[in-house]
Every structure is written in C-alpha cells, then in structure tokens.
C-alpha cells in the first residue's frame, strides 16, 4: 500500500511556540484520498536536520510531503536545501514571478523588493505548483520512485495547494480505498464500553480496526477499514457499524464524526427552532463555537456573555439582591441568566452557564471547577450543578460541551412530551 | 548538547482526527528546562512503526519522551510494546493500583472492571512515574545512556506528570540556558522587515539566531541564544533585543511573547479602564479570546453577540431602518451597536464588529471578507473597513486581532490627548 509521510520544517514547532495543526489537516486530505499516512516527523530550520528527515522519511514512505521554510528571509533554508538534495539549479519560473507582481501590485498594494523577486525562483528539477495564494510557489520533485512536494507553511496557502497536489498524486499511484465509521457516546467510560462491546469487538475482521477515542465523558468509537474493492468495502464496514450503533444505543449522541454544537444545532434546526444563550464563565466560548459552524444564524441568535455583576444586571435582569445573596455562580443566578435572555433575546431555547474556571477564584464552599448550567425555554428551565476538576481551558471545553449536550437533552425530551 | 525527540503515539493523529496540542506543550516545557528538542515525531497505533521509532529517535537524541497509547482498550498498545523492548514483565505497582481505586471510589464514583486493575501493571525494568489526574502510570526507562519516558496521551494527565520528569531528568543530564526574546510588529511585511534589519541580522553572533514568525499582517521576531553561562547569555541578548526594538520601533507593539488581546487588556488594566464588545460576525469570539486571560474580568465586562437582527434589535437598540436600508454589515449598523454596547453596559471602550466571514453570505457590493469595525468611547466611536480573504476560521481570527489591535491605538492616542 502506497504510504505518506509529512515533514513540517520550523524551529517555532520544537519550541513549541505555535501548534502544528497543518499537518492533521493534510493527513485528513491524504486519508480521504486514500493514502495512509505513516508518520508525520516535526523538524527544525536546521541543514542537516531537514536533510535527515528527507532520507528517513523516504526510506518509510513513497510519498513526503513537506511544508515551511519558504520565506523570504534568510532562517528559511529549504528551497536552497532542496536545490541541492535533488541536483538542481535555481531558475526564476514566469508563472510564479507574474503572480508574485500581481500579490504586490493588486492585493498588498505595495512596492516589491529583491527578496519577493527571488521567491519565484525554483530548482530546475522540481514542477512547479503555483500558490494561488502567496508568494512562495510549491515544488513536486521524484527521485527513485518517490514523490516528495514542498509547499508553504501558511496554512491558507498550503491549503490552497493540497488539492492539485491530491490529484497529480493519484495519477502516480494506485490507491486503494479507505473508510471511516464514528459514532460518538456520552455516559460510559471507556473501559466499560469496551468490557461491553467486546464480543462485537472480537468478532471484527482483521481488516476493519475499533478505535476508541476518550475525551472526558464522551468516548468516540471508530471504524477503519481499507481495500481496493471500494462498494464491498463500503457496504462491509456500514453493516458492521450499524450492529455496533445498535450495541451502544444506550448512550449514542450522533453516528457522525460531528462535534457537539453541530448536533445540538442540527436538532434545532429540524425542529425549525432558534436558541440563544447567557454565558458567565465560558465567556463566549458556546457562542463561538456554535458560530463556528457555517449556517448556524439558522437555529442561533446570539449570546450575552455577562462577565461583570453590572452585565448580569443590565443585559439580563439578574436581581442585584441575587447576586449579593447567592453569589454569580448559584443555581438563582443562573436561572434568572436563562429568564432574562430568553425576555430579552426570545429564542425557542436557551442555555446559561455561571462557574469558577480557575486558576483563581475558588470558594471553601464553591471550589474552582464549581459550575451552574440551566437549559430550557418559556415553559421550564432546568438546573444542573457539575463539577470539573481540569484546567481553565479544559474546564471551559467541557463546560460548553456538557451544556450543548443538557440542551440537546432537554429538546429531545420537551419534543417527546409535545408529541 | 543534549537533546530530545518527541513520539506521539495513535492512528487519530495520522489521521487528522485530532491535532497534535501534547508535543507543542511538552516542547515548551523542555526547552524552558534547558532541553533542546531536535525532532516531533507522531506514529500509529502500530507495534512496528513504535518500535521503528523507539530505534530510531534513541539514535538522534539522548531523551525521548512519547505520549499515548496507555489506555485500557485492545487498541492501546505502547505499555506491551515498552515491557517487550525494555525486557521486562508485567507488574502490578502497589501505587498505581490504590491510585486506580481512589479515582473509581472517589473521583469517578462507580465500580471497576478488570481491566481497570490493569491500568497499574508496569514492566519490572522501568521507574513509575505517578499519574495524579488518571489511571495510566508513566514510565520511565534507561538503556545505553539514553532516557525513555512514557506518559498517557490525555494532556491534562501528561500535564501532571511533566514537572516531575523534567526534575528528574535534570540529576540526569547537564542542560545549557536557552533562552529567547520575542517581539511582536503590526503594519510591515517579513520581507520589508528583514531589509530593514539586514544590518542587525549581520551583527548578529553565531550562536544568537533570529526567527521571523510571519502571521497575516504581523511579524513576530524572536532571538535565541543557547550557552552554559546562564547570566552572559542572558545579558547579551537583552542587549541585541534592546537594539532590535529600537529598530523596529515604528512598528512594535509588544516586547513580549504574548497574544493581542493580552496586549489590549494590558493597557486598559494599566490605566484602570474597562472594556465590552459587541459582536456579530465574530460571534464571540472576541470575548472568548479576552476571557481566556485569567484575571480578566479586571478590564473586561462582557459581550453582546448579536448573530440575529433581532438580536442587534432588542439587545443593542440598533434601529430596524438602519439595519433594513443599510444592511447589518455596515458602517451605520457597526456605529450603532458600539454605542448600544456601551449605553447598556457602560463600560469605558467598546469594539463592535459586523461582516460577512464566509462561505456563504456574499453581496455584489459586499463580497465574503469584508468587515466593519467599530472602536472607542462614549465621547467618539471610530470606524475601519477592512477586508479579508480567507478562510472563516482565519477571517474570523483577523477581524478579532485586528479589532483588538484598533481599540489599542485608540486607547493611546485618548490617552495621548487627555495628557
């Protein structure tokens, strides 16, 4: 089976002062098109690393994707190292130096310098894969049978390179198919899922592989499976996957690879219903990523994220006498934010959300991690205290997550009883 | 020097299922400690490819740290692998197994299975390191001068266990300081940049490296310098990067390696003021990245995010007319929910933003990317129009950065004229 590797160049990588996310993203490009990714190896702006990681990589994979190092200034090295790996000499290609003039002139509005010029220079033994969207051109070069493609770091304009490179790709090599199945549980650990579907599990061809992936009370669950047979292959892993979804039903939220707030916002959507919601703690973190979602107007109208007592007060009526009394984070305070959003905003649903996140900010009786959801609508609000025991960021995802999944809750039961 | 490698274990990364947030971090960590990391290496759950990279990684570098694969499912498969390539067997740690029972009994708070018991066998040949948040022990291996430290992939779990392994690796190995100085620029291009640094650049010694972190209308530069004289490193470089920001005076905004919104609140708290945001496009994205900062309810109020007309209507007394002639993305609309914020919240300033972000949601005169940004006070509200050409999570991004960036300025030509 033909395998892909990926090398991401870039001494901000092994400081760890950005977080790669170029390369799950190419690995999902490669996966969908059928090629395996084998490994994805992280290496600095250094010679002689660059250069290790091109012969390892290609002694593990036919086919090495690279990216960074492209720039303009003098810490990026891998178009002259690449140069010289593959024998060449650095020529100035028409197509890339037109559409670096065209960058400056029409879209930056600013004059050139000698180093944008030099970006349309390539070795003359690479094909050129224009960057529709940057300066510095992509380079596919073969050696030994091997395909290796350098594209830029940016993640915008590689992006914007993948799908040429995807394509030419598939005229090189013959891939076969790979599949996906992943469903996603909430109220069972892990260790108890897997004790409960180990028959199914055992049971499995040696072909389709069972992956589970934790995530603090929810567990995905996943199906692989590989050939060349591509409608058997389909129809095997369906059947396998919808006795695995009858096994889980119990605790099944969705038999998609979907986050949260894409379930709870396809609900309301079916329902042709809008929700808003009222966020102390989670300070926009629920609005954003419900926003994120492209279409989401659809079933959402807006959020007010009352940081401050005054917030609570003004944009959604919270009694000061509450919040005096009970404190922002109490099961009162929470249920008035969800009244109060809903007089204000009159969406279908609403959820609220007060809490102590951390670091700071704990009480001996309501410690960090305290916090207050309330999900409902005009007819009844519902209260929920939970408690996390992660950082503030942790804290935060499973605050919106927990309470995107009481509201899904809620509607499903709301509708069941109008029904 | 000594150095490290870090593996990442599991079929989601190399399927793009979930990025990579563990190695960033732990790079972190490891070069604040002195530890130079030379490669990230991710691989799949595949008994093979670990063992490949065991051989492999322990040949570039004398530390290697890998994360996943613990887990108490058959997928998990790096604590089996480990005992085979250490020569150890099986056994049961009496820590690990009452830290296992804890967390069920009290964390948890439901039964164990079998395979729970599990999580806290160890191979005989490796040093437990104890995992507080979790049920999967680290371990710690040595052979031939190298060390092997195998933590879970969870990274609140990791997390926990990283300030014990880096202790125990200092009595180990004998670290140089690395250091580093980092500035943020807004307004100038990398490679207008780098001509105009070229001189300083030149001057640069050889083992001070300069690194441009180019990122969508802003430059990040950073300074690294590595040696044992911890004191001399640290006096040089400060003096370099005090040259440096001189140089780049016109256009620094920060000396520090920090986002924007860290920036922005830093001067509103330095100047005891107060902020609230009024958000369409973004849909909270604003607040969540102020929210993030811990402490920063001192200069942060909240957020109306106003994703429906009716939103804008009720929560920010934008008018019906205005937002039926103009269109919600507007100057007009941007102006009136700055000033609907900040008569409802009454906060000190205000950014308000209204755009369309994409995909979809493109007019003739208003393609995808344009955004109105409005920032100020109760005595003036200022307006930009910018346009972006990306993707929604990246335009989305701009528009805040840019936003927060915008209300900065403003802070400090008020403040200038109020002087």
């Not at 670091?359 to 005009?378: C, E, H, M, Q, S």
Request: charged share 20%; hydrophobic share 40%.
């Amino acid at each position: 089976m033909t395998q892909a590797s990926i090398i991401t160049i870039g001494d901000e990588l092994l400081i760890g002062q950005v977080i790669d996310t170029n390369s799950a993203w190419m690995a999902q490009q490669l996966n969908i098109a059928g090629i395996k990714v084998l490994r994805r190896v992280a290496v600095g702006d250094a010679w002689d690393e660059i250069w290790k990681a091109l012969d390892e990589e290609s002694k593990h994979a036919d086919i090495i994707l690279i990216t960074g190092g492209l720039g303009p200034t003098a810490d990026d090295i891998t178009k002259p190292l690449l140069n010289q790996y593959f024998n060449g000499k650095l020529v100035i290609d028409e197509v890339a130096l037109q559409n670096v003039k065209t960058i400056f002139e029409k879209v930056l509005n600013r004059p050139m310098i000698e180093s944008n010029l030099k970006q349309a220079e390539v070795p003359d033994t690479c094909t050129v894969i224009q960057n529709k969207r940057g300066t510095a051109p992509g380079m596919w070069f073969e050696k030994d049978g091997k395909v290796f493609v350098s594209m830029p770091g940016v993640p915008y304009e590689m992006k914007g390179m993948m799908e040429e490179v995807i394509s030419k790709l598939s005229t090189h090599f013959i891939f076969p198919h790979i599949t996906h199945r992943t469903l996603l549980t909430t109220g069972i650990g892990e260790s108890f899922l897997s004790e409960y579907i180990k028959q199914f599990e055992s049971n499995l061809p040696k072909h389709i592989k069972l992956a589970y992936l934790p995530n603090y009370g929810m567990v995905r669950l996943r199906l692989t499976s590989v050939g060349f047979d591509h409608i058997a292959i389909e129809k095997e892993i369906q059947q396998y996957f919808d006795t695995l979804q009858q096994e889980v039903n119990n605790w099944l939220v969705t038999n998609m690879d979907e986050p949260m707030e894409q379930v709870t916002g396809k609900l309301l959507a079916s329902k042709n219903k809008k929700m808003c919601t009222a966020e102390s703690c989670t300070g926009g973190y629920i609005a954003h990523l419900i926003t994120s979602i492209p279409g989401s107007s659809a079933f959402y109208d807006g959020s007010v994220v009352s940081y401050s007592y005054k917030a609570k007060e003004d944009l959604l009526h919270v009694s000061k006498e509450t919040l005096e009394i009970k404190g922002a984070v109490s099961e009162e305070v929470v249920t008035q934010m969800a009244k109060g959003a809903l007089a204000t905003i009159q969406s279908d649903y609403v959820i609220a959300v007060s809490g102590i996140l951390g670091p700071g900010g704990g009480l001996p009786d309501k410690p960090v991690g305290t916090v207050w959801i309330a999900v409902g609508n005009k007819n009844k609000i519902e209260t929920h205290k939970l408690y996390f025991r992660f950082d503030r960021e942790r804290n935060t995802q499973l605050t919106a997550t927990n309470a995107l999944n009481l509201l899904r809750k809620f509607i499903l039961a709301d509708t069941d009883t109008v029904a």
